[in-house]
């Protein structure tokens, strides 16, 4: 019996719409080894990594009628070079023309017909030195871009990752994966599937309305679908009992994106955390607070003492005594909370305590899944966290927060994909509907790295809004004199 995907997972089927695409991304530049880095060697990295991850070779089947949510069926036509795909930079290959590059290819959505992901290998990139305090020092050098595109019905961190975390080794020496020899399983036929789901209804009887109701476009019953399904990502803070404020972040948005990179230095922060007594995660969202509260006043908005922007911050996390499996199970370690920025508070001091208790009585319940833990996990787990995080967004209300933010912490020595070293990792966190930004971070190697990605329409200064976060970082270390 094919698998069947859970209601969450259906759920981003069921709510993708034009203006809000349901796939996750990443952003990862490479120095170029000696030996040389094509489309041919990507593709070869994937035909020998895919078998780690069976989904990737999965297409979604409908079931007729819609009497049951849609299975995963092997794609017997399964195409490698279909998903995996090249493209390359004009001169001078600089960053604007390839964060241009990144929105585009994200704007567009995916073929659901075949399996939900895709890649591109992006040359032309102009030679530059990677940030990060590991960094200092670095020659120029040729780079090359790999960016990753996974719809979110594909990756629930127990039964499938992200192919992100996969393809990275700890040395410039791949990792052995064992070969297999791949049969896709025939294809069930559509008496099988309407057999089966009747069958399943007959323990389940209500289970079949829900499911006509979702997937014919009935948005009161597919919302509490998904409220439902998700209860488990969540742990609701009293916060979301009221409304969000209503600010320039939320907005009607269209179906083009922009995107934005910052780079900023692990140490700053670390720095911080010691002189406050926080942690590192405090002192990010209190830079995105003062960011916000810049890019805000640059607009000329309304910025009051007690004005605020409420963030969904999707966190890993565990219990006490929980112990992080060998098998590489993310999905109930991800818990969202939400969290109101003080944007209206002028002293970086004060804006990072005010964050900093707040998130306290949210995790108090918790404990933060270090970088070390997840790197034990296997492979390289920010992609899948990025991922989980954007999914349990998706499941709230637009009126409960203003934007999301994703902060994952990575390892903080070099990865390397087929010889090939890994400078900097940028997510791409996709925008629920009404959400004109979402940003995305993570820690790797010395340097911390942020993408945000904004409506075209809505955030034609997504760039201003990038640089300003350098500028509140710059405020906050300027309290340690």
């Known amino acids: 019996m094919p698998s069947r995907l859970s209601a969450l997972d259906a759920s981003f089927l069921y709510l993708e719409e034009s203006t809000t695409p349901m796939h996750v991304g990443g952003v990862a530049i490479f120095r170029r080894p ?4 094509d489309y041919d060697r990507l ?8 078998a780690l991850v069976p989904r990737y070779r ?3 089947r409908g079931v007729p009628g819609n009497l049951a949510r849609p299975v995963w069926v092997d794609d017997a036509e399964f195409d490698i070079a279909y998903h995996v795909r090249r493209s390359a930079l004009p001169r001078p290959g600089s960053e604007s023309q390839l964060t241009d590059l990144v929105a585009r290819l994200m704007s567009r959505p995916l073929d659901h017909t075949r399996p939900l992901w895709e890649m591109y290998l992006i040359e032309g990139l102009a030679p530059s030195a990677a940030a990060g305090s590991s960094a200092k020092g670095r020659a120029k050098q040729g780079r090359i871009a790999i960016l990753t595109k996974t ?6 961190g127990i039964s499938a990752i992200d192919i992100g975390q996969v393809i990275l080794d700890v040395s410039a020496e791949p990792r052995d994966v064992p070969e297999e020899l791949w049969m896709p399983r025939a294809e069930p036929s559509d008496s099988r599937l309407v057999f089966e789901a009747l069958s399943e209804a007959v323990t389940r009887p209500g289970e079949i309305v829900d499911n006509v109701r979702s997937a ?3 948005a009161v019953a597919t919302a509490g679908k998904v409220v439902g399904a998700a209860g488990k990502l969540f742990t609701m803070a009293r916060t979301a009992s009221r409304r969000a404020p209503g600010l320039p972040l939320n907005a009607d948005i269209s179906t083009q994106r922009r995107f934005a990179v910052t780079r900023t230095d692990l140490e700053d922060y670390r720095r911080i955390r010691a002189a406050h007594d926080c942690n590192v995660n405090d002192v990010v969202l209190a830079v995105i ?11 000329g908005e309304p910025v009051v003492g007690s004005s605020s922007v409420r963030a969904m911050v999707p966190l890993s996390v565990r219990g006490e005594g929980d112990v992080p499996s060998s098998a590489g199970s993310l999905g109930n370690r991800v818990s969202s909370f939400l969290v109101d920025l003080p944007v209206g508070e002028p002293s970086p001091t004060v804006r990072l305590h005010q964050v900093a208790h707040g998130m306290r009585e949210h995790t108090d319940t918790g404990r933060s899944v270090g970088a070390e833990a997840l790197v034990r996990i296997g492979g390289f787990a920010p992609p899948t966290l990025h991922a989980l995080g954007a999914r349990a967004a998706s499941g709230m209300s637009r009126h409960f927060f203003n934007l999301v933010v994703t902060n994952v912490p990575g390892p903080q020595f070099p990865l390397y994909a ?6 900097e990792m940028f997510p791409v966190v996709p925008l629920a509907r009404g959400q004109a930004v979402a940003i995305g971070l993570t820690s790797y190697d ?13 955030m034609p200064d997504l760039d201003v809004l990038a640089g300003m976060v350098q500028e509140s970082l710059d405020e906050l270390l300027l309290t340690l004199r």
């Open 446 to 458: 010395g340097g911390v790295f942020y993408g945000l990605n904004g409506d075209r329409d809505a």
């Open 418 to 423: 087929a010889g090939a070293q890994m400078l």
């Open 216 to 218: 014919t476009g009935d």
């Open 289 to 299: 607070a003062g960011a916000l509260r810049s890019w805000l006043l640059s607009r």
């Open 151 to 156: 719809h979110q019905a594909m990756v629930d």
């Open 34 to 37: 000696k030996a040389g880095f």
């Open 43 to 50: 593709v070869e990295l994937i035909e020998q990594r895919i």
């Open 58 to 60: 999965q297409k979604v």
